[in-house]
């Protein structure tokens, strides 16, 4: 601890010192850099520059810098006192591991996660939803990074090692590692993960390795969110505020407050209350005056909920306490770790100011998909400083002819031709006919090209290829990958509401006058077999 000594007046005022360094003598929560602030509270300041008042005619005093003022009235009253300085800790990138859950059943977006895991879920027309997380990690320097996958996860394995392995990008010292779930010796080793707490307890002893010995803090990230993030900002406003858990939250509104872990915070940011999912009444007791998180009183009325982002920040030696001491049978961190480490814990809120959606249902899926196709959309993949990395796939251009696109993200590899397509995505290697119209539609492509004779043969046989046949109407919908949608047909969702039932399991089709071997379309791995319908379920 250094120290210097500073001549004063009797009228001099010292600034409060605290583990944060000197500041107003107000406490507030973390706020994200360059979002605003909270009405001055979390915000550090330099008392001592303003508090030197003895004369006006003192230059020179620098926020963070002490010094020796002497003016011409300095008398007996002179005091000479010692004060101390603290140096604030940086937050290094190399003592941060994070350890991103891609490991759920992904039931909520059923049918795309039948065979995948929900982090390769594609998002975006040509990245996957794994692509987030770890470009917020690489973005913000952090190397060290684990991905613990469980269900259907041949596809997410397959990703993560032709993207992040190789490819130009460094992670020096650092790795990615992919632990998947598995069975070990012992009763409690026969059990596949149980949750989000018992997954990261299962890999606990990766932390005792020699080369993990320096890991101060460790974060824990979703694989279904879509949000640009500086995770060092986060880990900073950690250790300045002393935390042993850091939760990054937003506000939300009513409508979709109960799919999230909500939270209440005293005038310190500590978190005080902390209720996953709550219904009811419960839900009710949740809310708070969110004007105190910088919201207006109108945006207030509108967000009266402070939400986990399900963004978590431990210390090391916290999170291995709380996992195999304090709670070893708990499962979860948002339904019982977390509500169970309040009282005992300093748990801090650090509030997002910039863009955040959950993706984990098909209507969120499909909405902030297709927001992103507006022109001045609130989330954007297209940042120079901070890009988004996924795998290079070595596609040729997309091959447009006569055709009218508005509002629309087109990806690498597609061939359309005379189609009409507007406020859509469209997937790699995707193939439009002539006549085709695509609105308000997410298209995810396919995985491979068929070539022109295996298109003619298939057709030869009455079989339909991958892509939209002929003079083909689509609206609302998501259509899988590999999809095979025939010609003449039509498929309008009218009510985006009921996604999951409209788009994979019922149609609305009004086949025009062709052969009844060609009516018939694959969506997915669902396939009709109807002469002229208008609302089908559909059978594999």
């Known amino acids: 601890m250094d120290s210097c000594l500073a001549n004063m007046g009797t009228k001099t005022h010292f600034p409060i010192a605290g583990k944060m360094g000197f500041g107003n003598g107000e406490s507030g929560f973390g706020v994200e850099n360059g979002r605003g602030n909270v009405k001055g509270k979390g915000l550090m300041i330099n008392g001592l520059s303003r508090s030197l008042r003895a004369d006006t005619r003192v230059r020179g005093i620098r926020p963070g810098v002490i010094s020796s003022v ?13 004060i101390r300085i603290y140096e604030k800790q940086v937050a290094e990138p190399k003592n941060v591991a994070s350890i991103i859950l891609g490991g759920g059943a992904g039931t909520q977006l059923f049918p795309l996660t039948s065979r995948t895991a929900t982090p390769a879920v594609p998002v975006g027309g040509c990245y996957k939803l794994i692509d987030i997380p770890m470009s917020n990690c690489i973005n913000s320097g952090i190397q060290k990074i684990f991905i613990l996958t469980q269900f259907n996860s041949a596809s997410l394995h397959r990703h993560i090692s032709r993207t992040y392995h190789g490819n130009a990008i460094n992670f020096g010292d650092g790795f990615v590692e992919v632990l998947a779930a598995t069975q070990t010796p012992g009763e409690a080793g026969m059990n596949w993960f149980q949750g989000t707490a018992d997954a990261v307890r299962q890999f606990l002893w990766l932390f005792e390795d020699a080369r993990n010995k320096e890991i101060e803090n460790i974060l824990i990230l979703s694989g279904d969110q879509l949000y640009r993030m500086d995770y060092m900002d986060f880990v900073q406003n950690h ?34 209350q902390f209720h996953e999912k709550p219904k009811g009444a419960d839900l009710k007791a949740m809310q708070v005056d969110t004007r105190r998180l910088g919201l207006s009183r109108a945006e207030a009325m509108v967000n009266p909920y402070i939400a986990s982002m399900g963004v978590y ?25 977390l509500p169970s480490a309040l009282n005992q814990h300093n748990v801090q809120a650090y509030l997002f100011r910039d863009y955040w959606e959950d993706i984990g249902t098909l209507k969120s899926f499909y909405d902030a998909n297709l927001a992103l196709t507006k ?12 890009p988004f990395f996924t795998s290079p796939r070595f596609l040729p251009p997309t091959k447009m002819d006569n055709c009218k696109i508005k509002d629309a993200i087109i990806s690498h590899g597609c061939f359309l031709r005379e189609c009409t397509i507007e406020h859509s995505i469209v997937g790699e290697r995707s193939r439009l ?22 298109i003619a043969s298939l057709r030869a046989e009455g079989k ?6 002929r003079h083909t109407k689509i609206r609302n919908c998501i259509i899988d990958k590999n999809a095979k949608i025939g010609n003449d047909v039509i498929i309008m969702n009218k009510d985006v509401s009921r996604l999951v039932a409209l788009v994979f399991f019922f149609f609305f089709l009004k086949p025009q006058s062709v052969p009844l071997r060609q009516r018939y379309f694959c969506v997915g791995n669902f396939r009709v077999f109807k002469k002229r319908i208008d609302r089908a379920k559909a059978s594999t």
């Open 239 to 272: 250790i300045d505020r002393n935390a042993d858990i850091t939760v990054s939250c937003v506000p939300v509104g009513e409508s979709r407050a109960s799919d999230y872990g909500l939270m209440k915070i005293d005038s310190t940011g500590r978190v005080s």
């Open 375 to 386: 022109e001045s959309s609130k989330f954007q993949f297209y940042d120079p400083k901070t």
């Open 313 to 337: 920040l431990f210390k090391t030696d916290v999170l291995l306490e709380l996992l195999t001491q304090r709670y070893p049978t708990a499962n979860d961190f948002g339904s019982e770790i």
């Open 464 to 469: 339909i290829p991958i892509g939209v046949g």
């Open 433 to 454: 006919d002539s006549g085709v119209e695509l609105k308000d539609t997410f298209m995810m492509g396919a995985d491979s090209y068929q070539t022109e004779l295996e």
């Open 70 to 82: 002497m003016t011409s009235d300095n008398g007996r009253d002179t005091i000479t006192e010692q």
